[in-house]
């Protein structure tokens, strides 16, 4: 494979933003036919360089050499030209138009075409789904599609023109471990027609299983480049991190008389789920797994009253409660930190320190509805003292910190209801190896405090690592449930499919 | 396994016979909503169903027909706009001035020169929303009350009640007569500029980055479309399609008033809202709109012949407006319906 041409070679890139250095002098490469994996924690400046390749940035230094033609800077569409193809982490897609009029559209553009035919477009989109063998409907409109099918269509769309370097920016955020694979599958087939592959991730699983090469960036710095067989779980980790963060298997203490603090009886809600029923005590912490479309998130939802149930009870420290909004939930000591934590847990353009009070609002406004600028900011010192959450003013907007930090704020902003309940939707998706550590103890942290913990994810070595029971649900019904050392990695994979 | 959940996806989204009636935007049901509305006129006033009644909705649509399509391009592309009629009324109003005051007359040439000033108008928006990105909406309010202000300060204030007889001559001009109920010729030019605005809007790229805008900004952005372009674009051509509208409005009505149209926008912006162009931008087709005002003119008509007083007119059509809207928004959460999940246990 070495005498693959270099599809591209970047070399000494930097870049700076009003003197803060975001890649200092950094080289990659990528072969045709070859899958680089770029890896890097949030703030790394993976996607300054994903920017820069694309022709959205102009780089400080550094040449950027495609297909042999080198340059010092890109348009967009001079990338395109030479084959650069971005699908970035939100897909970029149209929800409003057909699965075939989005497969369509990049070539269309960078066509310069005046005119349209839907024939062709068909025409088009048919024939790139037809050779990766994927089945999609041309005419859904994409927003009624799964995340999954999503994905493929923003594949489909970059092949539709003639792609030579393809980015992948976290392609698997929103996926299961199961869509992942099909999406590997794909990857696969990619790579043998000769298409350089540039993986963006931070997951280190799959950075292993899909890689043929590794380049790791931290701060703006590559600090490790080599074949992926030289890498390990922990060489890796340690290489992203710049220190080890361990994923081991450390439960919090079981306290010693605890009352039940969520029964969920029968719980049944139409079209989603039935029959559901399972509890938690004080200081437990439970995993709810399944895969996407499973009905998991729906459960989690319908406790919180975001789904109307049509059956069944809940009962929290003991006390049946209908819970019908938030209002209710608070008042019950139930607190939900939702999976889209971008549309729906974080006020982005919010300051800090809003965010964090935006759940307990009515504790620090004074009587006559004046805000408690006092208790406010000291809630918020708490906070951020509580869960190390890096910042720099409070007053600064929640979009100015990576994604581990906005995922410590919504749990912030939660935790400060002071929740006997807490459930959790993939607390760590988007988050990097070294946030997702500091989550993790903070949830056991809390645990131990009393608080029952019901963690809804699908990531196994998550799930594993602090989980003092796993339960399963599949097509809506609860399907079984792991406890103490039945639950491994390798028989919670094998519950899920099975 | 992987490939049946494929096909079972690809089976749920396959949108079924009958779903397929709705259209896109909804316009399967919009129709129905009329056909309903006829057959009720047919059991409560069976006399009023006559060919004149289908001219007189035509005559009465017109004008808003007119309006709604430039209004359409800019809320397909996610803006809002409430400077249309002040666009249509200045460039109405000024070319008849300048006729009047230079003695020139025509039939044809006045329209033209109408959307030619209206287009200039448009580049004001076009300005502010693609080179100074300002909200559409608040945009628009700005250089409604602008070029109202600038017309009534500079270009007259007095109502002309005569046209110049070639131009008022269109306006008594008839193509054929449905019963007792003359079709002008001006539904000729409006039908073209229906026409017209669906070929941009299906057959061009323009068009498609209309959609693309509209539906998603920042991804038009990286898929090449120069939005500003569009956008530019965009309001240009509202502003020709409104200054169109303006003559329409002018030549039907035989007179021109600086103070006519404006506070027409509600009924225009929901004629295009109920024919399925929601505010959110990136959906709405020009057979929707024009079934949108269809149904609006409907029920005006529909009034009218049911004999019931003016006054009440407002009142039901603010009631339509609000029930179509709302038809509209509730069936477009569609998109965010969950889907099934739960698997039926066999007994």
Same mark, same amino acid.
């Given at each position: 494979?070495?005498?693959?041409?270099?599809?591209?070679?970047?070399?000494?890139?930097?870049?700076?933003?009003?003197?803060?250095?975001?890649?200092?002098?950094?080289?990659?490469?990528?072969?045709?036919?070859?899958?680089?994996?770029?890896?890097?924690?949030?703030?790394?400046?993976?996607?300054?360089?994903?920017?820069?390749?694309?022709?959205?940035?102009?780089?400080?230094?550094?040449?950027?050499?495609?297909?042999?033609?080198?340059?010092?800077? $890109?348009?967009?569409? +001079?990338? !395109?030209?030479? %084959?650069?193809?971005?699908? *970035?982490?939100?897909? /970029? @897609?149209?929800?409003? =138009?057909?699965?075939?009029?989005?497969?369509?559209?990049?070539?269309?553009?960078?066509?310069?075409?005046?005119?349209?035919?839907?024939?062709?477009?068909?025409?088009?989109?048919?024939?790139?789904?037809?050779?990766?063998?994927?089945?999609?409907?041309?005419?859904?409109?994409?927003?009624?599609?799964?995340?999954?099918?999503?994905?493929?269509?923003?594949?489909?769309?970059?092949?539709?023109?003639?792609?030579?370097?393809?980015?992948?920016?976290?392609?698997?955020?929103?996926?299961?471990?199961?869509?992942?694979?099909?999406?590997?599958?794909?990857?696969?087939?990619?790579?043998?027609?000769?298409?350089?592959?540039?993986?963006?991730?931070?997951?280190?699983?799959?950075?292993?299983?899909?890689?043929?090469?590794?380049?790791? $960036?931290?701060?703006? +710095?590559? !600090?490790?480049? %080599?074949?992926?067989?030289? *890498?390990?779980?922990? /060489? @890796?980790?340690?290489? =992203?991190?710049?220190?080890?963060?361990?994923?081991?298997?450390?439960?919090?203490?079981?306290?010693?008389?605890?009352?039940?603090?969520?029964?969920?009886?029968?719980?049944?809600?139409?079209?989603?789920?039935?029959?559901?029923?399972?509890?938690?005590?004080?200081?437990?912490?439970?995993?709810?797994?399944?895969?996407?479309?499973?009905?998991?998130?729906?459960?989690?939802?319908?406790?919180?009253?975001?789904?109307?149930?049509?059956?069944?009870?809940?009962?929290?420290?003991?006390?049946?409660?209908?819970?019908?909004?938030?209002?209710?939930?608070?008042?019950?000591?139930?607190?939900?930190?939702?999976?889209?934590?971008?549309?729906?847990?974080?006020?982005?353009?919010?300051?800090?320190?809003?965010?964090?009070?935006?759940?307990?609002?009515?504790?620090?406004?004074?009587?006559? %509805?004046?805000?408690?600028?006092?208790?406010?900011?000291?809630?918020?010192?708490?906070?951020?003292?509580?869960?190390?959450?890096?910042?720099?003013?409070?007053?600064?907007?929640?979009?100015?910190?990576?994604?581990?930090?906005?995922?410590?704020?919504?749990?912030?902003?939660?935790?400060?209801?002071?929740?006997?309940?807490?459930?959790?939707?993939?607390?760590?998706?988007?988050?990097?190896?070294?946030?997702?550590?500091?989550?993790?103890?903070?949830?056991?942290?809390?645990?131990?405090?009393?608080?029952?913990?019901?963690?809804?994810?699908?990531?196994?070595?998550?799930?594993?690592?602090?989980?003092?029971?796993?339960?399963?649900?599949?097509?809506?019904?609860?399907?079984?449930?792991?406890?103490?050392?039945?639950?491994?990695?390798?028989?919670?994979?094998?519950?899920?499919?099975? | 396994?992987?490939?049946?959940?494929?096909?079972?996806?690809?089976?749920?989204?396959?949108?079924?016979?009958?779903?397929?009636?709705?259209?896109?935007?909804?316009?399967?049901?919009?129709?129905?909503?009329?056909?309903?509305?006829?057959?009720?006129?047919?059991?409560?006033?069976?006399?009023?169903?006559?060919?004149?009644?289908?001219?007189?909705?035509?005559?009465?649509?017109?004008?808003?027909?007119?309006?709604?399509?430039?209004?359409?391009?800019?809320?397909?592309?996610?803006?809002?706009?409430?400077?249309?009629?002040?666009?249509?009324?200045?460039?109405?109003?000024?070319?008849?001035?300048?006729?009047?005051?230079?003695?020139?007359?025509?039939?044809?040439?006045?329209?033209?020169?109408?959307?030619?000033?209206?287009?200039?108008?448009?580049?004001?928006?076009?300005?502010?929303?693609?080179?100074?990105?300002?909200?559409?909406?608040?945009?628009?309010?700005?250089?409604?009350?602008?070029?109202?202000?600038?017309?009534?300060?500079?270009?007259?204030?007095?109502?002309?009640?005569?046209?110049?007889?070639?131009?008022?001559?269109?306006?008594?001009?008839?193509?054929?007569?449905?019963?007792?109920?003359?079709?002008?010729?001006?539904?000729?030019?409006?039908?073209?500029?229906?026409?017209?605005?669906?070929?941009?809007?299906?057959?061009?790229?323009?068009?498609?980055?209309?959609?693309?805008?509209?539906?998603?900004?920042?991804?038009?952005?990286?898929?090449?479309?120069?939005?500003?372009?569009?956008?530019?674009?965009?309001?240009?051509?509202?502003?020709?399609?409104?200054?169109?509208?303006?003559?329409?409005?002018?030549?039907?009505?035989?007179?021109?008033?600086?103070?006519?149209?404006?506070?027409?926008?509600?009924?225009?912006?929901?004629?295009?809202?109920?024919?399925?162009?929601?505010?959110?931008?990136?959906?709405?087709?020009?057979?929707?709109?024009?079934?949108?005002?269809?149904?609006?003119?409907?029920?005006?008509?529909?009034?009218?012949?049911?004999?019931?007083?003016?006054?009440?007119?407002?009142?039901?059509?603010?009631?339509?407006?609000?029930?179509?809207?709302?038809?509209?928004?509730?069936?477009?959460?569609?998109?965010?319906?969950?889907?099934?999940?739960?698997?039926?246990?066999?007994?």
């Amino acid at each position: 494979m070495s005498e693959r041409p270099f599809a591209l070679r970047a070399s000494g890139v930097t870049k700076s933003y009003g003197g803060v250095r975001a890649l200092a002098g950094v080289d990659v490469h990528v072969r045709a036919g070859e899958v680089l994996c770029l890896a890097g924690a949030n703030g790394s400046g993976k996607s300054t360089l994903i920017k820069i390749i694309s022709g959205v940035e102009n780089p400080d230094h550094g040449t950027i050499e495609l297909g042999g033609t080198s340059a010092q800077r $890109l348009t967009v569409k +001079e990338a !395109v030209d030479r %084959g650069v193809q971005v699908i *970035f982490q939100d897909m /970029s @897609l149209f929800p409003n =138009l057909t699965v075939a009029e989005n497969i369509a559209m990049s070539a269309r553009v960078s066509s310069n075409a005046r005119w349209i035919s839907e024939r062709k477009e068909r025409a088009l989109a048919r024939s790139v789904v037809e050779r990766l063998g994927l089945r999609l409907d041309l005419d859904a409109e994409v927003q009624d599609l799964p995340v999954a099918d999503r994905q493929l269509v923003a594949i489909c769309r970059a092949l539709a023109l003639d792609v030579k370097v393809l980015f992948m920016d976290e392609p698997t955020t929103a996926l299961t471990w199961h869509e992942v694979e099909t999406l590997f599958r794909v990857v696969a087939q990619l790579k043998e027609q000769g298409v350089a592959i540039v993986f963006v991730s931070h997951k280190t699983d799959e950075v292993l299983d899909i890689s043929d090469r590794i380049t790791v $960036l931290r701060n703006g +710095e590559v !600090v490790a480049d %080599g074949p992926t067989a030289e *890498f390990d779980h922990a /060489s @890796l980790v340690e290489a =992203l991190l710049g220190y080890s963060a361990t994923e081991d298997r450390v439960l919090s203490q079981a306290l010693a008389a605890a009352a039940p603090a969520l029964e969920v009886e029968g719980l049944a809600a139409t079209d989603l789920f039935a029959d559901v029923s399972f509890s938690l005590v004080q200081g437990e912490v439970v995993g709810l797994t399944g895969l996407l479309g499973s009905g998991r998130s729906e459960v989690a939802e319908a406790i919180f009253g975001k789904v109307p149930t049509t059956g069944g009870r809940v009962r929290v420290a003991g006390r049946e409660v209908s819970i019908e909004g938030i209002d209710d939930a608070l008042r019950a000591g139930v607190a939900y930190v939702p999976s889209d934590r971008l549309t729906q847990g974080v006020f982005l353009d919010q300051s800090i320190a809003t965010n964090l009070v935006s759940a307990t609002i009515g504790t620090v406004t004074r009587r006559g %509805g004046v805000l408690d600028e006092s208790a406010m900011a000291a809630q918020v010192d708490d906070a951020v003292r509580d869960l190390a959450i890096k910042i720099g003013e409070p007053t600064d907007p929640a979009r100015s910190l990576s994604g581990g930090n906005q995922q410590k704020v919504v749990l912030g902003k939660w935790l400060a209801t002071d929740p006997g309940v807490l459930i959790l939707n993939g607390p760590t998706v988007g988050v990097d190896a070294g946030s997702k550590a500091a989550i993790m103890e903070i949830l056991r942290r809390k645990a131990s405090a009393g608080m029952a913990i019901l963690l809804i994810s699908d990531d196994v070595p998550e799930l594993v690592s602090i989980c003092h029971r796993v339960l399963f649900i599949r097509r809506g019904r609860m399907s079984g449930e792991l406890a103490g050392d039945e639950i491994t990695e390798s028989n919670v994979r094998e519950r899920l499919v099975t | 396994m992987t490939a049946d959940v494929h096909a079972e996806r690809a089976a749920t989204s396959r949108r079924p016979g009958l779903a397929a009636l709705r259209g896109r935007n909804n316009e399967g049901v919009l129709a129905g909503v009329i056909l309903l509305l006829l057959l009720v006129m047919l059991v409560v006033e069976p006399s009023a169903l006559t060919w004149g009644f289908a001219g007189d909705i035509i005559r009465s649509g017109l004008v808003t027909l007119a309006l709604a399509l430039g209004l359409l391009l800019i809320i397909i592309s996610g803006g809002m706009d409430v400077s249309f009629t002040a666009i249509a009324v200045f460039s109405g109003y000024a070319t008849v001035r300048l006729m009047t005051d230079l003695g020139i007359d025509g039939r044809v040439w006045p329209f033209l020169l109408a959307a030619a000033i209206g287009c200039a108008l448009g580049s004001l928006n076009a300005v502010l929303v693609a080179r100074y990105r300002m909200e559409t909406l608040i945009a628009s309010l700005g250089t409604q009350v602008i070029i109202r202000g600038f017309l009534l300060a500079f270009v007259g204030s007095t109502y002309l009640a005569t046209l110049p007889p070639q131009l008022d001559s269109v306006g008594t001009t008839t193509i054929f007569r449905l019963g007792s109920s003359p079709v002008n010729i001006v539904v000729v030019p409006v039908a073209l500029a229906c026409v017209a605005l669906a070929l941009i809007l299906r057959r061009t790229m323009f068009g498609r980055g209309v959609y693309a805008v509209g539906g998603d900004k920042e991804s038009a952005r990286r898929v090449g479309f120069h939005v500003a372009r569009v956008q530019t674009g965009i309001y240009l051509l509202a502003g020709l399609f409104a200054g169109f509208a303006g003559m329409v409005h002018v030549v039907l009505s035989r007179h021109a008033s600086p103070f006519d149209l404006v506070g027409m926008e509600l009924n225009v912006i929901a004629a295009v809202v109920i024919g399925g162009a929601l505010d959110r931008g990136g959906r709405g087709s020009v057979h929707g709109t024009v079934l949108g005002v269809l149904l609006v003119s409907l029920v005006q008509n529909s009034l009218v012949r049911l004999g019931i007083s003016s006054y009440w007119h407002v009142l039901v059509i603010g009631l339509v407006i609000l029930v179509g809207v709302a038809i509209q928004a509730r069936s477009n959460a569609r998109g965010a319906k969950r889907p099934r999940i739960l698997e039926e246990v066999t007994p």
